[in-house]
């Protein structure tokens, strides 16, 4: 069963470093997502992504974070410059249809740990 | 502001039956979703309504009413793996999903 993927698994910065996490989608899908889920708190949406540009993004999803889709297969979060209060677990999810009418598949996440 | 309000936690016995409310205020909806998360796991999703009514898949139903903007999940003849948090989501918009808090189901023998 396909399924989206991300790496790495866990991410160790110094504040004010930057990060690249990275998400390879389920290969039909169109729609991508990024969202972060604090230790024991909600999943919190960040930014979604079709037709190679941003669809919408949350008042989280400030001017230190951007996304990109390099190639045909990975999508990617960038964070600029690293805050301790970034640490979280960030997933990356995709779905073939908008989520109006779709299901949304997450990948594992990879927690962020912000030093 | 938009918000779901579901409870913290839920304690059942194995083989009973749970139900998990969701009530919402949200800008816009486009249905209504049930997640699935296991400690340190990803969620994965349950059900979904995009019209009032009952959804069922297996040991999971969900229901949702848009004119009371509430729905639930219902898990019946509860195993010990159903221990998870449940999260409920809105699709605000074809593009973004809000979820609640989270219910911490706790499944006792």
């Known amino acids: 069963e396909p399924e989206v993927t991300q790496t790495p698994s866990h991410q160790v910065t110094q504040m004010g470093q930057e990060v690249i996490l990275r998400c390879v989608p389920i290969s039909n899908h169109l729609y991508f997502y990024w969202y972060r889920q604090i230790l024991g708190q909600k999943v919190e949406f960040l930014v979604s992504?079709?037709?190679?540009?941003?669809?919408?993004k949350s008042e989280i999803f400030d001017d230190q974070f951007s996304v990109e889709r390099p190639d045909g297969s990975n999508f990617t979060l960038k964070i600029r410059s690293t805050k301790l209060e970034d640490s979280a677990m960030y997933f990356c999810?995709?779905?073939?249809?908008?989520?109006?009418?779709?299901?949304?598949?997450f990948g594992p996440g990879t927690r962020l740990t912000v030093l | 502001g938009q918000s779901l309000e579901q409870p913290s936690e839920v304690t059942a016995v194995e083989g009973a039956i749970v139900q998990i409310n969701c009530t919402y205020q949200?800008?816009?909806?486009?249905?209504l979703s049930w997640y699935q998360q296991h400690d340190g796991g990803a969620p994965t999703f349950l059900s979904y309504n995009a019209l009032d009514g009952l959804e069922e898949t297996g040991r999971f139903s969900s229901f949702l009413s848009r004119s009371d903007s509430y729905g639930y999940l219902l898990l019946q003849e509860l195993q010990m793996k159903d221990s998870a948090s449940y999260f409920c989501?809105?699709?605000?918009?074809?593009?973004?999903?809000?979820f609640g808090a989270g219910t911490r189901l706790f499944v006792k023998a």
């Open positions: 999810a995709s779905s073939e249809g908008p989520v109006s009418t779709d299901t949304q598949y």
């Open positions: 949200t800008s816009g909806f486009y249905g």
């Open positions: 989501a809105v699709g605000t918009g074809g593009f973004k999903t809000i």
């Open positions: 992504f079709y037709n190679n540009e941003i669809s919408e």
